[in-house]
């Protein structure tokens, strides 16, 4: 095990962390570096709970070796303004929660990009996050509200 | 009132078992049995491997019975010399690498000498798959009503039907994992769990500990649906065995593969129907036989047999009804609870045996079960005499009328004989569901809630009814609140630790709300009891003399405390399964519209309406977010959740080949609610958690009859067995409606 030295701008500041080359961006974040909202759901891209910000665009964090990330901008789910999340409160978009935080990223992401929205349903857009409880019902109408569409 | 916890989960604050800060702990791990059946006969460590580096424990190391206590006492905590399902625990791992320890488990070899496995619970064991008892049949229950061979014998019609539904994996989507460790003399341990007393009970037996030196904390919970009712208990032995060995702290979090393929799922079941009818339709003789796959232990098995089997029979009136159940030993992986428990799987083959008379005799669907519905008087396959004043008949014909049923069958053929590919039909399905422990059971729980006056003249409710999405923290919060006249901030709800919170029963079968929430009511009455206030004060009065009672009694404690009384007029009879299987039922039609696409024989929900009665709605978001959820759950169970087998394990435990429903895979879901308040139910409720899984497979499945003239009997109806049954009906039918 090499361990490599990188450096990457994470919600807005710079950090510098010691990793092994096979870590994946999910660990660095959880266990390394203490931000715990971004969740493990199924370790292969498929349930969309570890989304995060990769130079502005979503990603599934457990499929991103950390060392990807050198020089380059993440945000969790930390940076986000908790004053925003009001409609996901008032419209029933959480139960468990381990989906959540995944959800209110790809959400907060389509709200920023509002435009896909000519070419996309919110259900389409939403396809990559999988919730067990909701049925998303909850989390649909919260991306509608917030978007002003309901 | 909003989700108590909503912004600390939103904002990714909610902290569950894997984000608790921890120091100085080993990650622990699971050695497996690679073999359905046999006797382990080595166990080969790599020798490129410094072992004493690593924890290991094994069957010898467990200080009490190597049992995991549930009902029978049969499935050990690690095998000992002998296993009898792949995936079994063999033995236990641990080092402070993650990494390292994950290559440990793979430099281990259990080399099992194979035996024949009892592998699909549907055939007779032959003599060397015999394994329980003289026939493998792990438990057999019987409801006799009226003369059902006579019925049968006189009956002018018998329309009879063989049902299947396959296993479903519960995908709560924070795997299951535990966190334990010694403070002094007393094990700690914390996780993701719905009935901490369980665990408690599991660690005293294989432990030989007494209650007082265990403590058995819950963390916020990503999800259950049963999966972590019984299960958490083998992960809170196996973490407390490493921890107990190596004197640290041991943090064992199953990965997605892991708890897919060694974790619970639902029972695979099959039911026979064979039902003597009148010509109009109505109900003369149901004989209906059930047998569920149980898996290699007892487990819960004999209880999901249980309400599978009550359910059995639908809301249906009938004079003369047999129903007969089989849990069935197969070296399988065992089954467990999963939301409905049993009464999903016997509701399928009932609802859908409906339409299947329906069509046999030609009468129209929505008729036939108007004729034959429970009205007020009748009673139950059991002779539960049904005297709630709630208008069933309503309940159908309101969700009818919301998803234009009547309109949009007699638009369908049309669509269908213009359209080449695609296909349109409605199916609906009704139905019920049970709320709380069976029978006796809630009697046998003894449940008991505290509600304690804090100094500042709050409140806090002590349960060990734990929160895991379902809402039971805003519904507890607002049920003391409202009692008391308190504001909800004055409210707190204790986490649930067992050094603090009395036992209130295990968080499963619809009946935290209920049964847990009433008591929750009590001893708030108690509460104001004891500081002096007769049962209409409320609010300042109140919070001034809680505030005023700890001035007068500085350093001591205050609590109200409320146990389970049964309601009036509930008896049940163990032995002839005869009585009040359930205080009360929740009653719902659920409607499906579907679209099946004739060249990829894919079925597409493109309408669902779900209509329930369900006593008082206590919280409107909350109740129609558990019915939302449960529908989208079961349109994955009817359509595409199909758990591939390879000697009784789960071959595709991965997110990436079980499928589950995304937000686009399925409609916005229609709800509604008709409310016949439950005298006996916390603020009216009755129990809501479990009954919107027991309706979505049969309407769609007949939905799917009706677009395609098909007559699927199995589920998942996946498209490839679709394919197979259309293969069989003429291309080009229209709709059999």
């Known amino acids: ?150 | 009132m909003r989700r108590r916890e909503a912004l600390a989960k939103l904002t990714g604050r909610e902290q569950y078992v894997d984000d608790l800060p921890l120091d100085g702990f080993l990650w622990g791990m699971t050695v497996r049995s690679p073999a359905p059946r046999g006797r382990v006969t080595a166990v080969r460590f790599a020798k490129d491997v410094d072992w004493s580096q690593f924890v290991i424990v094994d069957h010898r190391d467990i200080p009490g019975a190597n049992v995991v206590a549930l009902i029978e006492e049969d499935q050990p905590v690690l095998a000992a010399g002998y296993v009898r399902h792949v995936h079994e625990p063999v033995l236990l791992v641990a080092h402070p690498s993650r990494e390292a320890v994950r290559r440990a488990v793979r430099a281990i070899d259990i080399v099992v000498a194979p035996e024949p496995p009892a592998l699909d619970f549907r055939l007779a064991p032959t003599p060397e798959q015999i394994q329980y008892g003289p026939d493998n049949v792990l438990k057999q229950l019987k409801i006799e009503k009226g003369d059902v061979e006579r019925a049968l014998a006189h009956a002018p019609v018998i329309v009879s039907g063989t049902y299947e539904t396959g296993a479903q994996e519960h995908v709560y989507l924070e795997t299951q994992g535990m966190i334990a460790h010694l403070d002094g003399d007393v094990l700690v341990v914390k996780g993701s769990m719905q009935c901490p007393y369980y665990v408690v009970k599991a660690l005293q037996h294989a432990l030989a500990r007494d209650e007082a030196h265990v403590r058995v904390i819950q963390t916020p919970t990503g999800g259950g649906f049963g999966g972590k009712e019984e299960f958490p208990s083998h992960i809170a032995l196996h973490a407390a065995l490493l921890a107990l060995k190596s004197g640290r702290a041991v943090k064992l979090i199953y990965d997605r593969g892991e708890d897919m393929a060694a974790t619970t799922k639902r029972h695979p079941a099959l039911v026979r129907h064979r039902t003597g009818l009148a010509r109009d339709g109505r109900l003369l003789a149901q004989d209906i036989e059930v047998v569920i796959d149980g898996g290699a232990y007892v487990t819960l098995s004999p209880v999901v047999l249980s309400r599978a089997i009550i359910h059995a029979a639908g809301p249906y009136a009938c004079d003369h009804v047999r129903i007969h159940g089989r849990a069935m030993f197969t070296n399988a992986v065992p089954f467990g609870a999963f939301r409905g428990f049993g009464a999903p799987q016997t509701q399928f083959a009932g609802e859908r045996h409906m339409d299947v008379i329906a069509r046999t005799l030609a009468v129209d669907p929505v008729e036939l079960r108007r004729v034959n519905l429970l009205r007020d008087g009748q009673t139950t396959a059991t002779g539960q005499v049904i005297r709630d004043g709630t208008d069933r008949l309503a309940v159908m014909d309101r969700a009818l009328a919301l998803s234009h049923y009547h309109e949009k069958r007699d638009e369908h053929p049309a669509f269908n004989a213009t359209n080449d590919v695609r296909r349109r039909g409605m199916g609906l399905a009704m139905f019920y569901h049970g709320a709380g422990f069976t029978g006796g059971g809630e009697v046998a729980l003894k449940s008991r809630v505290r509600v304690a006056g804090r100094a500042d003249g709050g409140v806090e409710v002590l349960s060990a009814n734990i929160e895991m999405g379902q809402g039971t923290l805003t519904v507890f919060t607002e049920l003391a609140a409202a009692r008391l006249g308190l504001d909800p901030d004055d409210v707190t709800i204790a986490q649930a630790d067992t050094s603090r919170v009395p036992n209130s029963g295990p968080t499963v079968a619809s009946r935290t709300t209920m049964i847990v929430g009433s008591l929750v009511e009590r001893a708030a009455d108690d509460l104001r009891r004891r500081v002096g206030l007769d049962s209409t004060a409320r609010g300042p009065t109140v919070k001034q003399a809680i505030a005023r009672w700890h001035r007068e009694h500085p350093g001591k404690e205050l609590f109200g405390e409320a146990s389970y009384e049964k309601p009036p007029g509930i008896e049940w009879d163990d032995k002839s399964y005869r009585g009040d299987a359930y205080g009360a039922f929740a009653w719902a039609t659920y409607v499906a519209e579907v679209e099946v696409d004739l060249r990829t024989c894919a079925t597409r929900v493109i309408d669902f309406t779900a209509v329930q009665e369900v006593g008082k709605v206590l919280n409107p978001t909350l109740a129609r977010g558990q019915v939302q959820g449960g529908v989208v759950q079961g349109i994955g169970w009817a359509l595409m959740e199909e758990c591939k087998w390879r000697e009784g394990a789960m071959a595709n435990n991965q997110l990436t080949n079980y499928l589950i429903p995304t937000s686009d895979d399925v409609p916005a879901i229609r709800v509604d609610f008709l409310e016949n308040p439950y005298p006996h139910g916390a603020g009216g409720a009755k129990g809501l958690g479990e009954l919107p899984i027991d309706g979505p497979a049969p309407a769609i499945v007949n939905a799917v009859a009706a677009a395609t003239g098909a007559d699927p009997r199995v589920i998942p109806l996946t498209t490839e067995r679709l394919m197979e049954l259309m293969e069989s009906v003429e291309f080009g039918v229209r709709s059999a409606e």
């Open chain 1, 1 to 150: 095990m090499n361990a490599l030295s990188i450096t990457f701008t994470l919600n807005g500041a710079s950090v510098r962390v010691e990793i092994d080359p096979a870590d994946r961006l999910l660990d660095t974040l959880r266990y390394r570096l203490g931000l715990t909202g971004t969740k493990e759901g199924c370790g292969e891209g498929e349930c969309g709970a570890c989304t995060v910000y990769l130079d502005g665009l979503p990603v599934n964090s457990c499929l991103i070796p950390t060392y990807q990330v050198r020089d380059r901008r993440v945000e969790t789910i930390e940076s986000l303004d908790p004053g925003a999340l009001e409609p996901f409160e008032r419209c029933g978009a959480t139960q468990c929660g381990a989906c959540t935080p995944g959800v209110v990223m790809t959400a907060w992401w389509v709200h920023q990009h509002s435009e896909f929205l000519q070419t996309h349903t919110i259900r389409e857009l939403m396809a990559g996050n999988l919730c067990r409880c909701t049925g998303y019902d909850g989390i649909v109408d919260a991306v509608a509200d917030s978007l002003g569409k309901r």
